[in-house]
């Protein structure tokens, strides 16, 4: 439009300028004259402004130009980030310090690629804290920071740092994963509820998990019946329950033995019947053992109950079955030290048992199904790898 516009006024100048010489102008000035038609300094500051006009757009040989060193410029700007992160994966020191020399040449100072740079380079508490203090760069620098706090330990600096992402960046599924993670470490379980029902809302944990994690926490904290009610198949809850509800405890603790007994079961269970006749007693056992005859803790049983009500014969019998198929531990032993002791008085066979007992491996009740951990009570954390919920009593 411009264009023609211009076209058309210098074609009705031109004509003008040839047929007529009365619009003429005199211009006065340092002492020249000049003649010149109004309609050529028409023309001419309007040619004046195309130029300009011209030269602002980015296109024309200006534009070209200038697109050209832009380029360039770019291109050196990646060439120089393509060579620090291979320099930074290399773990070159000496390059990287010459790099960081260097990047002030593409980079401004106070710009987010300068302070990006600086953490990339040399990572260290003070290069991320600049990080968090800008806009562009804040969550690259708690996620660094938070880092430094994993490894320390410090659990309360973490906390502080998630709180802080999760304020802003609610929608990053990290923050959540991690605040979790954190506040089982910290003891936070009211806390963790809340990051719970988080996750659950942005579909991160399925509902079995859910109903797992909701069920623990409740577990820990005392709210035992609605922990059973929502997860009534974890061993750890149902032994919470069963001591909590003693009239229910055999049948609870039967349901528990078919699945996955363990010694605390036994325990719970021989309360309820520890006052009964032994004929009683006898038959409530046998009750459980029935549920899972093939398990290694239905013998143990076996051999304690003999043991409680003084039935020596049985009790060694069921004892050497044991070490026939199973390795002699601590426990073991010293059973064994006492049925020779009490049952039969040998009580130089009894000294080579507890002998024994000092050096056999010592069989802690509870290991963590995912290192292996093992531990005498039940704990909603492994303490060797952090798991949450795996520790299950053997
Ligand atoms: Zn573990």
Redesign the pocket.
Known sequence: MIKFIFILISIFTVGFFIVKDTWMVTLQGFGYELKASVLILIVGAFLLFYLIHLLKKPFGWWGRCQNWFAKRKQDQKEAFLLLALKTVLDKNSESVKQLLKQKNKFFDRKSDENYILEALFNPTPHTFEQLIHRENTELAGIKGLLDYAQEDGNWTEAGRLLQKAAEKYEKEPWVWDSLWTVQILQNDWYEALNTLERLKAQGQVDKAEYAKRKSLLLLKLGRVAEAYKLNPDNQAIILAYARSEPQKADKLIRHLWSKEPCMDAFNIYWQTIATEKPSKQTKAIDKLVRENPKHRLSLWVLIETAIKQESWGPAKGYLSDYLAMYPLTTQIAHLMAEVERQGWHHLEEAQKWELKALEAPSEKGWI?S????RTDTWEIV?P??N?FG?VIGK
């Open positions: 963590c995912s290192c292996g951990h492994c060797a790898c798991a795996e």
